[in-house]
């Protein structure tokens, strides 16, 4: 493969931009890349890569989920409120039962888009604010602390196995199970299909409408996991638990190169974009940015990632046309 085809692939350019972000905020702050901060860094990122993943499927349909923060909110507050009633649940169960709450929610938004043919954004809106509203009434209003949970239930996610937290562990076992899931299964292609032509996806006899509910659903079985991890990272559950966290998701989704129009992403690129906030977010408060210069900055990048996608689809549509025609004369 000669460079300059390398130099086109959106996953390749990530990493080289992350390498040369670091090596500067390196100079800066020397410290910065000592390999204890850096496992630090990549773990500050865990819950977003998760997170990014469940929404590329869903934008590889065609489709957007506006509520995974909330659904990532309220299982959180769910599994937490579970743990201080009654402490003597095992972990592993209340790490389930999130899990189940979340893809029951997914699910709820898969069935709206698929049966009543209601249009993502509007469903995904609406459900966000039921789910905080939903909040709010389980929990009256209050906050859980630390000192209402258990300390098992806190202390999971930042156990160490092998040098590393067990919540990067699961984050790495997450962005496995999704690479087998979009490269080894008829469901992981029908995502891609769907989102490249609906109708044509039809005629080879995959359900549009299923396979969207499909994604919503594992949009929200992630979000569920992440619920807890949130919860028991930082001990604390209350109504605005990841609030506007969703615009990060999509960010991450759009720097590692998912398409808004659907059928273009992968998981390598959407764990890279994730990569790549955490690693501005990490950095630019130690060097001492403002935090308006941090969200001017953060802006910008979902701009020119967005530019950078567009010219890149334009591209790719110019090719296929060029294909078809020179197909037509032969």
Not at 90 to 111: E, H, Q, R, Y
Not at 237 to 257: H, K, M, Q
Not at 312 to 327: D, M, S, Y
């Amino acid at each position: 493969m000669k460079p300059g085809t390398l130099l086109r692939h959106r996953e390749l350019i990530l990493v080289f931009a992350i390498v040369v972000l670091v090596a500067l905020i390196a100079l800066r702050f020397p410290a910065f890349i000592l390999p204890r901060n850096l496992i630090r860094v990549f773990d500050d990122t865990a819950i977003l890569a998760m997170l990014a993943l469940g929404q590329m499927l869903v934008i590889l349909t065609r489709c957007i989920d506006l509520s995974m923060a909330a659904n990532l909110a309220l299982c959180g507050m769910v599994v937490a409120m579970l743990n201080a009633a009654f402490p003597d649940i095992p972990i592993p169960l209340l790490i389930v039962a999130g899990m189940g709450l979340g893809a029951a929610l997914g699910a709820a938004n898969g069935l709206l888009v698929w049966k009543l043919d209601m249009p993502s954004i509007v469903v995904t809106l609406g459900t966000m604010t039921i789910f905080r509203g939903a909040i709010f009434l389980l929990a009256g209003g209050q906050w859980i602390n630390a000192h209402q949970m258990s300390d098992s239930f806190k202390a999971l996610p930042r156990n160490v196995f092998l040098e590393l937290p067990v919540s990067t562990w699961i984050t790495v076992a997450v962005i496995g199970l999704f690479a087998l899931l979009m490269g080894r299964t008829p469901l992981g292609r029908a995502f891609y299909a769907v989102g490249v032509n609906p109708t044509a996806s039809v005629y080879t006899g995959i359900d549009v409408g299923r396979t969207r509910f499909f994604a919503f659903t594992i949009a929200g079985m992630v979000s569920g996991l992440a619920g807890y991890l949130w919860v028991a990272r930082y001990a604390v559950a209350y109504v605005d638990i990841a609030g506007g966290f969703e615009l990060s998701i999509i960010a991450a989704c759009v720097i590692g190169g998912v398409s808004i129009a659907g059928g273009i992403g992968t998981v390598a690129g959407a764990v890279l974009g994730a990569l790549f906030l955490g690693v501005v977010n990490n950095a630019l408060p130690v060097i001492n940015v403002s935090p308006f210069a941090q969200m001017a900055i953060s802006g910008a990048v979902i701009v020119i990632a967005v530019i950078f996608n567009a010219r890149n689809e334009r591209k790719r549509g110019r090719i296929i046309l060029k294909k078809a025609e020179a197909e037509a004369r032969a």
